[in-house]
């Protein structure tokens, strides 16, 4: 891949040899690991394939495609077949276009060495040889099934953008192989115990609470201990055994505990194990890779100064600019600085190889302002009545105050609000809310008030402004229609009591908390998309199966069979009893929701049982399948990826690992340590001493200069990657080259322990 | 502690000095921390009250007190108060006589200083008073509680012996000031949905499946709401609301994500990382704590020879045979032979210190026995015919066979068995099975074959004996009377199809996580005496709250209210509905059942909802403290445990850990590596090649000697506690005195890391 250089000289570079530097420490700051073509032309079709806009594009494809469900049969607003069909091709197209980019910039071997591309081409092939056939057989009337559907989310997976996805995807399939032993273990114990109730149960005669005949038939036998498994029918499949002889409740007892207790606690041994283990395992293929990109943009554009190669002043400013064409001067000047050791004009290989990161630090721009008040009237807002108002707003009992009445406004809220004098004293809490934000506009400076980053400023005025908007409108409109507008009043109701929330930012414990849980949310929302890849594929597959045999009818429906769901099969059933008639497949929007419920596994056999009366009892495989993967899979991992987060969190407050580059950075007294003076600055100007956001931008004014300084996230990683990134880093000595290209891509978590005792041991 | 010592000399060290030296070995081999008084007359009493009688008497008076809540109101089996009484006051006083030979044993300070014992003498105290009050109530026949039967379990864990019980309980009360924010966050967020709840649906008139009205009262609703976070209650919480508008199930979405999911992972992690936290403090404590109490019986028994103080062998032999008395003279040798470099003649100090774990390590006799077959009729044992069998019994194709054998055995089991074809196929199974046994037994040593640690040799043997003869009985009185010792007979047949676990031995993969199962097993039991504890305590109260409101009658009861439970209040209710009557706190063992249920967790809000109706509504926190304290922190604990030792044990697999012992017994070439040369071994004699747990015997045999030799347990632990110990030990210096007593004792967490930090990271 690395092309052949000519003999370094003293001339600069040429434009080409920047843009391929450029392209490799954009794909280090951003992880990227595409291997690409270094001709000129390939290098500026790769540069182009990166664009935002194109990966934005690909984006909005992706999710019309997967929102066709949405409009087709069976559907929430249908469309016809040809509608849905030409805008599917449209999407295809699309792909196959992304597609045939892509194999403009990557080499030909590797581009059909990579499964994702086969499997997307598979995919496109697969769509439209099912359209066709499926259009044909409309055409003559003929209906068949769309099943090319339950594929669409290869697209999601597959395009080279959703890297995290298809990680979390590949934590599921390295678990396979550990977690399966352990699984037919479990299926042996299950089926054993189901052997034993046959022969303890089975002729006894006995009678569920309903009347049916009680754990008579192995394969019922089977499901209802599987069930218990995930305690959704305890304690019901033990009472009529229990009922007949107090001694039977030991059989259900030590099934509970193997199955239950412990079998499930080593599913979740093993998958957090290997979560772990793979996690490490990629985190050093990254740290390695991004090295290697670096090491290759140096080798293109070094010269020789003295005994060693260097990257001249103007070379790496050229380069900084080709990969962040936005880059403003003094933004460059600064990395420059910290770039530049000992100031000699140009930069050697250890300092070069910080670039990518550089890149990625946060500049924060620093100014001090004067408040608009002081500057139209100073004579006024420097008055002394006008000071004693800032103090007091500035002071902390002015929070507690407002907590209080928060609290209280909590109470009037628990109560009916039809009593006039409550729904009287709502307006004297909006008023007193206004008057509140008010006077923080008066007292600290509005755009840094409202600045970037004071989520909480701005959460604070739109819920009141919301409230305010609420409360007049439910008042003019009240005695006209009740309810006029039901769902946006609903909105702003729970905007009103989410105003609750800001109690918390007043709880220092609290805020710790709601901080790492913010932390961890992004990467939280990966589970997200896999959880949304596995629903789309169950939901296709149930609506195609399971659509129109159960329908809801309204409350006030008076249909003889309204509360059979319209399906005489369920006559009896626990699934008529509990009005689970919603609960259906005949839409997406309505599927999701199904497997939501089943997700959260409570009451599922009864899901399951009525979907099996009106098909086949075959269909309990479909929720059990469900089950497995969702619950003992992918529930598992999320909770392993809370714990770990947790534990990553917990072992850097006791280590603090800094890098080169934040040595560096305080070393040139140019950095921000974030909630650096967290506390009571009454002078401070520029940031309002609000929310748990705001306090990042208060360690800024022990400079009394405007500036630029570099904002560095200590103790406050937004992913636990990053986190376990940075760890590895602090570890790699500066002048390591890491193992070869190869070497790093057939990397395996068994040789790690080898190479890297301490990350190994440490996270 | 320490005495004063004369000025060491060449003379034998006097027999009190001897008596000491042993105390502290002693208490170093087992673990015990126990500071007693170092006079000669204080030392005997010491070594009496670890005499193992005592402490065995001690915990059968624990069982009897504790089994007493059997036989008092209301009763499993009632007996007068008069009877149990008297027993009570049996159990009193030999805790007491027990506290007191402890009082004389320790010094003043430390006795009144342990809360332990404060804790007993007041839990005596109490026991006493509330017996007195109640006996004379009981003869005024007025009714009265005995409350202080809920402090019974204080017996169990503040007796010395119930250590591990008592490092779980103190492991959660480590928990809780850290657990306590996120609890009351998480409450803060389950208050707050509460409100958005009252304020979405409270007014809409909406009616749940039953036709109650649905969500109007907050309380009500934070009920519900708590519900939905154990999942107990979903999806039909949500159903209403659902029905009336699909967008609504986004307010339980985002309830079950937030609180649910979020929540719950949190306290695990919370709870996760504080077990490993102070598991290792603990560890780390106890391991100071032996050396501690090596280093002072050193200092008692050293004299001077040249520069070096030693411990000379006639001492040591002494000493060893007081700690264990029955140490056969050849054992003694051994460790002789291990413990003394170079053939001195005596052992320097790291050598002594090794001597309270060279006497936990197993010792086994091994001796190559012929056949007796071979000793009696060695022309015809010897014979070709005979060799080719016991060649063929060897094969693993015969274990094959019999694995083949056992699954058609389950499939016809499976079968009905009243056919009278599949009655008299149970006969040939029954026979194949003998004739293994018989064949096992012609062909490997029956002493071998039955020896002590051959468990699955056992198991077998017992099971097909009981199979034996439940067919036996079975067929010849089956058509007298039909089931007619129906409890033996269960049991028979279980035992008939726990025959079928042996395929899990054949196959590899299950032995390994079976194996590992079962070592995690003994510390398991430590939460099984926690979870006791806390029953007990909750049994206690529930009876005195909830005994006589709930009554079963026996199906074919025709009263009236039979379905109702003997309670009118229970019209209607779900409790009644799904016939949970025998669910009630009437005697000890129902309530245990009870709590179980609760545990398990589903439908524990239809039972805690029938409590409170039978009595108050404020019933239902019974429930959710219940809920709270064994949810939310046992089970997690218990999680947290099986993870732990999963890690601990996958960590070991990676890096073998051996200590200083271990390489000395492999340098004298006398020890055995368990699971050594595992796989066939044709010619061995001794060892029935049998079983999971044989193998550990197999090693032997390469050493044609008889002889005694040490099994050293590599990679099998018995308890995560032992795994740690060992890991941490192999870190120390051997000469390493440690930190002082005072230091040791007052260990905390957050001081680890600076002072282990491969230990702290390691596990």
């Not at 109701?493 to 007043?506: A, E, F, G, N, P």
Request: hydrophobic residues 50%; glycine residues 4%.
């Amino acid at each position: 891949m690395r092309r052949p250089r000519s003999e370094p000289a003293e001339q600069p570079p040429a434009q080409e040899d920047l843009l391929l530097a450029a392209a490799y420490v954009s794909d280090a700051q951003y992880n990227r690991n595409v291997p690409f073509e270094t001709s000129p032309r390939a290098i500026r079709l790769y540069c182009f394939y990166n664009h935002w806009t194109l990966r934005v594009a690909t984006y909005i494809f992706i999710c019309v495609d997967l929102s066709l469900a949405l409009f087709e049969e069976p559907a929430v607003y249908p469309l016809p077949f040809l509608a849905t069909a030409t805008v599917e091709i449209l999407c295809l197209t699309v792909f196959f276009g992304r597609l045939m980019h892509f194999a403009k910039v990557t080499p030909q071997i590797v581009f059909w060495k990579d499964t994702k591309n086969i499997c997307i081409l598979v995919t496109i092939g697969l769509t439209l040889l099912d359209l066709i056939i499926y259009g044909s057989l409309e055409a003559a009337h003929i209906h068949s099934v769309r099943w090319s559907r339950a594929l669409r989310p290869f697209f999601l997976i597959n395009l080279p953008e959703s890297r995290q996805v298809r990680r979390a995807l590949r934590s599921i399939r390295n678990t396979l192989p550990d977690i399966l032993y352990v699984f037919l273990l479990f299926m042996f114990s299950v089926l054993v115990f189901s052997l034993m109730a046959l022969k303890l149960f089975g002729d006894r005669g006995l009678k569920t609470a309903e009347g049916s005949p009680y754990l008579t038939n192995i394969l019922e036998i089977a499901f209802e201990l599987y069930v218990l498994v995930t305690t959704a029918n305890s304690p019901d499949v033990m009472m009529p055994a229990y009922d007949f002889n107090g001694w039977y409740s030991l059989f259900f007892i030590a099934y509970i505990i193997i199955n239950t207790y412990i079998f499930m606690s080593v599913f979740l041994a093993v998958v957090y194990n290997n979560y772990r283990k793979h996690l490490k395992n990629e985190i050093r293929k990254l740290v390695y890779l991004k090295r290697y990109k670096m090491i290759e943009a140096f080798n293109i554009l070094k010269v020789q100064v003295g005994v060693e190669f260097v990257v001249q002043e103007a070379t790496w400013k050229r380069l900084a600019r080709l990969v962040v064409p936005d880059l403003s001067t003094s933004h460059l000047e600064l990395l420059w600085k910290i770039s530049d050791e000992g100031q000699k004009g140009h930069v050697d290989r250890m300092n070069f190889l910080r670039l990518a990161d550089l890149l990625n630090i946060q500049v924060v721009t620093v100014s001090i302002k004067k408040h608009p008040l002081d500057i139209w009237m100073p004579r006024i807002y420097q008055s002394s009545a006008s000071l004693l108002v800032q103090r007091m707003v500035r002071h902390r009992v002015f929070v507690w105050v407002y907590d209080v009445i928060i609290l209280l406004n909590a109470v009037f809220i628990a109560l009916d609000e039809k009593s006039p004098i409550i729904s009287r004293m709502e307006w004297l809490f909006l008023s007193l809310y206004i008057a509140e934000i008010l006077l923080k506009l008066y007292t600290y400076e509005p755009r840094a008030y409202f600045g970037r980053r004071q989520f909480w400023n701005w959460f604070d005025v739109l819920i009141v402004i919301a409230a305010l908007v609420a409360t007049v409108a439910n008042a003019t409109i009240h005695s006209a229609r009740k309810y006029n507008s039901q769902q946006i009043l609903d909105i702003v109701l729970i905007l009103r009591i989410l105003r609750l929330l800001r109690v918390i930012i007043s709880i220092q414990r609290f805020r710790v908390i709601v901080t790492t849980l913010i932390n961890i949310g992004p990467t939280m929302l990966t589970f997200g998309g896999l959880v949304f890849v596995v629903y789309y594929m169950f939901a296709i597959i149930g609506m195609e199966v399971f659509q129109g045999k159960v329908h809801f009818y309204d409350a006030n429906f008076t249909a003889p069979d309204a509360l059979l769901c319209g399906n005489p099969a369920l006559k009896g059933s626990a699934f008529a009893r509990a009005r689970y008639c919603k609960n259906n497949f005949n839409h997406l929007a309505s599927a999701f929701l199904v497997l939501t419920e089943l997700t959260v596994v409570n009451q599922w056999h009864v899901i399951a049982g009525g979907f099996a009366l009106v098909t086949h009892q075959a269909a309990k495989l479909y929720f059990i399948v469900f089950h497995i993967v969702v619950v003992i899979l992918i529930v598992n991992i999320f909770i392993a990826f809370v714990l770990e987060a947790f534990f990553v969190a917990y072992s850097l407050e006791k280590s603090e690992i800094e890098t080169a580059i934040e040595k560096k950075i305080q070393e040139l007294g140019v950095g921000i340590q974030e909630e650096e003076e967290q506390d009571e600055k009454p002078t401070a100007n520029l940031s309002a001493k609000d929310g748990g956001f705001s306090e990042e931008d208060e360690g800024v004014e022990r400079k009394a200069s405007k500036g630029l300084y570099c904002r560095i996230a200590s103790n406050k990683y937004r992913t636990v990657d990053a986190l376990l990134q940075r760890m590895f880093e602090s570890e790699l000595a500066p002048d390591d080259d890491g193992p070869s290209l190869d070497e790093i891509l057939s990397f395996s978590p068994s040789d790690m322990y080898l190479k890297n005792p301490n990350f190994e041991s440490s996270a």
